[in-house]
């Protein structure tokens, strides 16, 4: 697609439901990333994937939390269980990294808009 | 991974420049600086990117010292559509891979 896709813009759950959250990246882009923002703070790391590679998942706040990709494209990220602090707008952003060269440039990302979870 | 340190906030008015510092020490051979807008309700958006001396767009410029230990931003004559959360990120190939940890970022806030 034209630009990095997420569902649901707005999500509203009642505590201890769980949640997914889905991003759809731009097409070819090998490198996928989600963040969590929470009112007012900056971006939280949560986890990264890198073509088939296995995923970066250090940021993840708990066990609650997972992400898959499928086919190296779509993902899902998972909230179980969910909390009041779970609360956020969770972001994910996409980029090509093919560049084998430091001089060819570094990952350029591009966000969604983001999904904002309201847990009550 | 290159940690990174910016001004929370800033103030300036309308038609000035304005010129945004990140400290970088600890930034890695291969690491690229690149910079993001953030405006509310919206996921932050590529501003400029480099890796050493000077890089100019249509929007702003990145100042980069031989050291490479900081950067500077600098948005020309900023009007009350640049006030926004500005980030500095530090990042490279380092063989592929590049878990990219944003920091707290600049809050601008122009005035009329």
């Known amino acids: 697609g034209a630009g990095v896709s997420q569902s649901p813009s707005n999500k509203v759950t009642e505590k201890g439901k769980d949640v997914e959250l889905r991003c759809d990246p731009i097409?070819?882009?090998?490198?996928l990333y989600w963040y969590r923002q929470s009112l007012g703070q900056g971006l939280e790391f949560l986890i990264y994937?890198?073509?088939?590679?296995?995923?970066?998942k250090s940021g993840l706040p708990s066990d609650r939390f997972s992400a898959e990709r499928t086919g190296g494209s779509v993902s899902t990220l998972t909230i179980q269980r969910t909390q009041q602090e779970d609360s956020a707008v969770y972001l994910c952003?996409?980029?090509?990294?093919?560049?084998?060269?430091?001089?060819?440039?570094?990952?350029?990302?591009?966000f969604g808009a983001g999904s904002r979870l309201t847990v009550l | 991974l290159a940690k990174t340190t910016q001004p929370i906030s800033m103030d300036s008015y309308e038609g000035q420049e304005v010129n945004i510092t990140c400290s970088h020490n600890?930034?890695?051979?291969?690491?690229?600086i690149t910079w993001y807008q953030q405006f509310p309700s919206q996921g932050p958006r590529f501003i400029i990117q480099?890796?050493?001396t000077k890089v100019t767009n249509e929007v702003a410029s990145l100042f980069i010292p031989a050291d490479r230990k900081s950067s500077t931003l600098s948005l020309p004559r900023v009007s009350l559509s640049d006030t926004a959360v500005y980030y500095c990120?530090?990042?490279?190939?380092?063989?592929?891979?590049?878990?990219?940890?944003f920091g707290a970022g600049t809050r601008l806030a122009v005035h009329p």
């Open positions: 952003a996409s980029s090509l990294t093919s560049a084998k060269d430091v001089r060819s440039g570094a990952n350029v990302l591009t």
């Open positions: 097409s070819g882009h090998t490198a």
């Open positions: 994937f890198q073509g088939n590679s296995a995923p970066d």
């Open positions: 600890n930034i890695a051979t291969n690491d690229y």
């Open positions: 480099g890796y050493k």
């Open positions: 990120l530090v990042g490279g190939l380092s063989g592929g891979y590049n878990k990219l940890i």
